[in-house]
């Protein structure tokens, strides 16, 4: 039996249990809501488990500790915006997020929600939401698919391109089948299978290396900035990696996860259950990767492959420190997270293409049946888009990721954020923000204007571009609302129905 017939064997073994929730999901899923938000009867346990893996994707054990591997502590700074921002995610978005969506019409979508809760009859918001999603969502999901592309690359001794389709295929399966249900179910084992590795990985790495004073030393030889927080960091780089957090009240597969909740009342219970997973999570990717710098100084026979592609540090230890058969359920668990989100991402490309274009513009009365079986058919057609977007092997993960988390993060997160606690709020201010926050992102991430301008990127310029788009955003939808006219006594009545339902708790 070969090394890697062990990892071949766990593969196996782990993909055909997805598939199997994905069949048993499809089983229950019975019409189209049912399918885009599992009849909204997630318990506070899924809920929080199925929110923090579809939110921590490939990066999680590839970006950030490749980050830290290359950089030192100075990229932690990402984790602690991150914790900052899901918590303020679950504390003032969850719960005021889960009842405004059923009072404005039961949405089963952002847009859907965007339409109703501004009343606007021109859809107009909802075709520009909808746009926005599938823009950067599919940018999002390539990252998902460069993930999983390289762990097969790395693990099988498979061609890039070959990698690609064998990593995003048992996701795009059970997706396919099984909707929000199995995406859901299979997140609460994924999310399990995240954590066991990456709290049992960076022990490993300590105790091969003689441990923690032994590995400081080590790394302080490495070079005196990797243990330091602001090795070539001023303020603002340290604000620019916390901005990360602002990200969260805009991400439509983690916003999902709210609005299928079974009540508002599950959320302080999943709050707890998310942030001490998602804590524990970051505190060991940070740790691989910190820890991985350690041990491949100490031998640096087995260094060519992190070198070449920092990315690869979680993978390469994992191979080298486990037994085949434990080594294979640890990588096993970077599939669980490039497939926890992509599927999630896939499942909300889908329903802006049915709910928003399909169902709005070309068939009104669209069957329960029909409208399954259409999403079914986005899902593929966004991964295949996705797939080809991924085809340059010289895509970085953390890259992609931090592209569409800005782009999510500064076009929805300041309407969301706004919309569920401002009742001034207007149409027009939420067209306004969505635009002002895309717009910024694009621009801001691309610096051809600055070019054009005669200017560099830096100082206030390099900053990642949500901050300047969540601001630009939230003054935007501030000051259009306030120049138009104030909104309807129904649309008010409904925002203060729900507020009073979710302020009554």
């Known amino acids: 039996m070969t090394a890697s017939t062990p990892l071949v064997i766990t593969f196996i073994i782990y993909i055909a249990g997805m598939l199997l929730i994905g069949f048993f999901a499809w089983r229950a899923t019975k019409n189209f809501d049912d399918y885009i938000l599992g009849g909204r009867r997630l318990g506070s346990v899924v809920t929080a488990l199925s929110a923090g893996a579809s939110d921590m994707s490939g990066w999680l054990l590839m970006g950030l500790p490749g980050a830290i ?6 990229e932690s700074w990402i984790a602690v915006g991150l914790t900052l921002g899901a918590w303020l995610n679950w504390k003032v978005i969850a719960g005021r ?13 952002l847009p859907d929600y965007f339409t109703s809760r501004f009343e606007d009859r021109s859809k107009l918001l909802r075709v520009i939401s909808a746009a926005i999603i599938l823009i950067f969502f599919t940018i999002y999901c390539a990252s998902g ?16 391109q070959t990698a690609l389709w064998a990593g995003a295929g048992a996701t795009i399966a059970y997706t396919f089948l099984g909707g929000f249900l199995a995406v859901s179910w299979t997140d609460t084992v994924q999310a399990a299978l995240m954590i066991f590795a990456l709290l049992l990985t960076p022990v490993m790495v300590i105790v091969a290396v ?3 004073p032994e590995a400081l030393t080590v790394i302080r030889a490495h070079g005196s900035g990797f243990t330091n927080m602001m090795n070539r960091l001023d303020i603002l780089g340290v604000v620019s990696l916390l901005g990360w957090g602002l990200g969260y009240f805009g991400q439509p597969h983690i916003l999902a996860r709210f609005m299928a909740a079974d009540s508002h009342r599950s959320m302080p219970a ?15 990717a940070l740790s691989v990767g910190f820890f991985g ?3 491949f100084d100490a031998n640096p026979e087995q260094a060519a492959a992190v070198s070449s592609n920092g990315e690869r540090v979680f993978i390469e230890l994992a191979k080298i420190l486990f037994n085949p058969w434990v080594a294979g359920v640890l990588l096993s668990a970077i599939l669980a997270a490039v497939m926890s989100t992509l599927s999630c991402q896939l499942l909300v490309c889908s329903s802006a293409l049915t709910e928003d274009f399909y169902r709005a513009f070309f068939r009104k009365n669209a069957g329960q049946r029909e409208r399954v079986w259409v999403g079914r058919a986005m899902v593929l057609l966004v991964a295949i888009i996705a797939i080809l977007l991924a085809r340059d092997p010289q895509n970085k993960v953390l890259g992609l990721v931090s592209y569409a988390w800005a782009g999510f993060g500064a076009a929805f997160g300041p309407v969301i954020l706004l919309s569920v ?3 001034r709020m207007t149409r027009n201010g939420a067209l306004a923000g969505m635009v002002t926050g895309a717009i910024t992102v694009i621009i801001w991430k691309q610096g051809s204007l600055f070019g054009l301008l005669g200017w560099e990127k830096t100082g206030l310029l390099a900053l990642y571009e949500i901050i300047p788009g969540f601001i630009l955003a939230s003054l935007a939808i501030v000051l259009v609302s306030y120049l138009g006219a104030v909104p309807s006594s129904q649309a008010v009545a409904r925002f203060e129905a729900a507020r009073q339902e979710y302020s009554a708790d």
Not at 69 to 74: D, E, M, Q, T, V
């Open 210 to 212: 003689g441990g923690i």
């Open 270 to 284: 999943a709050r707890r259950i998310g942030m001490i997973w998602m804590v524990l999570c970051l505190l060991g």
């Open 421 to 423: 606690c401002w009742k």
């Open 293 to 295: 710098i350690a041990w």
């Open 145 to 160: 698919i460069v993930a999983g592309a390289r762990l097969f690359e790395s693990s099988f001794g498979m061609s890039y």
């Open 69 to 74: 591997f290359i950089a030192g502590l100075s």
């Open 97 to 109: 997020l889960r009842v405004q969506t059923e009072y404005h019409n039961n949405a089963l979508t």
